[in-house]
């Protein structure tokens, strides 16, 4: 196994628990091939049938829902060790609920459904990853409709940036998105994430330069 691709799958929480040589001896008796997508193609359409098993083993795959009058919210990003629509590969519909473009080169690990399977029966901490990784499916989604649904503007925007500072660990955050996608993702218009994070600045809450953000005050974001 290429050792990009094996680095990918340590990062999988399928592989949680598991060495890379426990991974890499996991694998070896499981039929699978790389897929390659270049930037911007369509992966998947809304409604398309999920026909496989995909890993992300590097780049970015970006889900987008759309309402009737063609809005479009940013539901999710893939990275490299992301299972690809995890709920949809042994539901009763296994139509997809968004669509997926690339937004960058992208290489997928493809296993047929009946190979992955196998791959989660052939080890019971496969097996109970796979159950954990259903399960916070639930917990992001009741999180990102609640969101998405109740906060405003501001409460969006501020939530956003107090996700980043925990992910990166820094009151010092980088934005790796552009205003738009940002937008996007919360389903807001482009203007009103400028004008919140334009107050929160006026407010000295924060400090923008570009992508990087300062979080001056916390309390000033409330």
Partial sequence: MEEKTLKALSKCPLFTGMSETEIEIAMAGTSYKLVDYDRHDIYALTGMPYK??????????VCRMSSLS??????????????????FIFGKSTDMPVSVETDSDVTV??????VFRSLIASDERIMTNFIRVLSNIDVFLTQRMRVLSLFTVREKVAYLLMERVGEQGSNVIHLHRSRQEIADSFGIQKF???????????????????????????????
């Fill in 70 to 87: 063609g809005k479009q919210v940013e539901v999710s990003r893939l990275r490299a060790g992301n299972i690809v629509a995890p709920a």
């Fill in 52 to 61: 496989a098993a995909d890993i992300v083993v590097s780049g970015i795959l």
């Fill in 109 to 114: 690990l493809r296993m047929q459904k009946p």
């Fill in 192 to 222: 009103s994430l400028l004008r919140v994070l334009a107050d929160f600045q006026k407010q000295g809450a924060i400090k923008v330069n570009g992508r990087e953000i300062t979080i001056l005050d916390r309390s000033k974001m409330k």
